[in-house]
């Protein structure tokens, strides 16, 4: 296939199973860990993909029905590509690594940015860092003090019962100008004593609580968007498109987390941020992605105009799998730069790195599966 071709045919798809850790002595490992997915057209030219978290038995559906569905099918945009997978079981993971390395090899293929083929604008972006729960509220301090002396201008704490109300307000009181938004991780009911708290959390200016309730409770969403002022966010419930369309018919919110992973690639993501905007809402783009593949594709959405949030990035001290693209995918002073200079992802992959921790890998082309296992 040539490149200025009308279908691209996805000659090969290589999945590299990356390994979190060493081995230990005797053990195989056969799936746990993050996955890069490589689709070539067969001419030198390959995009990549990242699963962030990979069971055995979504390797397994990757190697024996979602890659060689893909193969199976022709494309001449990589909006297309997800009909290869529209009969198979729905796995937003699976279908979100194939469908963001359609798009990185169309866009390389035409020596085009990947933001400026997702229709992005921006060429820097606000950085934002997640902050966990610690060991004591002054744990919290010295860790929110150290992202904000790393330039980052939200943070983003999270909150459970028992550490919501009076944590907050005490990061609140220390950081009087820092912009702050909780993340509750459906951990809240409808009962009294958490309503009380999601109530005393609307009181600190935050600028978004998300998943306050279980996911599969849009009407208490719907319920406190319309008594809280501060913008209700959903991040985990939303596993398609779908699932946003019917948030925004319930009135479940008012703001989302749109992560490329958690929605099933590129092609709903985008279409996620256009659906979230013409509804009112506010747009971040959230990041479960292991590795800078994924990240660099969380900043090409996030080049949209209608992601006007601060997009997640790893934070100060982050010890991730960034050496696996080069330049690495980080904040600099709290900004990210939308890479224009290369085309697709703007990042390349260091190979020998992946070699490194590569468990597994698998090469999946017309003639079948190979199969080689890398490493100790």
Known sequence: MGHTG???????????LIRLRPRGRGRRDDGDGPVLVRVADGEGVSGWGEVPWATPDQWAALRSAYAPALLDHGWARPTQAG??????????????ALDTACWDLWSRQRGTPLAHALGGERTALTAGVTVPRTVSVETLFTEVNRQVGAGFRRVRLEVAPGWDTEVVHAVRSRFPFLVLQVDAGGRYSEEEGHLEALRALDSLELLAIEDPFPADDLGAYARAAAEL???VALGRPLR????LERAVGAEAGSAVNVDVSRLGGLTPARRAVDLAVDAGWKVWCGSSAATGVGRAATVALASLAGASLPVEMPGAGHRGRDGLVAPPVRAHEGVVAVPLAESGLGHGVDRPAVAERTAEALLVDASGTRTAVRGR
């Not at 009308?6 to 590299?16: G, K, M, P």
């Not at 009909?83 to 979100?96: E, M, Y």
């Not at 398609?240 to 699932?243: Q, R």
Request: charged residues 25%; aromatic residues 6%; proline residues 9%.
């Open 83 to 96: 009909k290869a997978w529209a009969d198979l079981p729905w796995d937003p993971a699976l279908a979100g």
């Open 6 to 16: 009308s279908t691209t045919a996805t000659r090969i798809v290589e999945l590299e």
């Open 240 to 243: 398609s498109l779908a699932d």
């Open 229 to 231: 002022r501060t913008p």
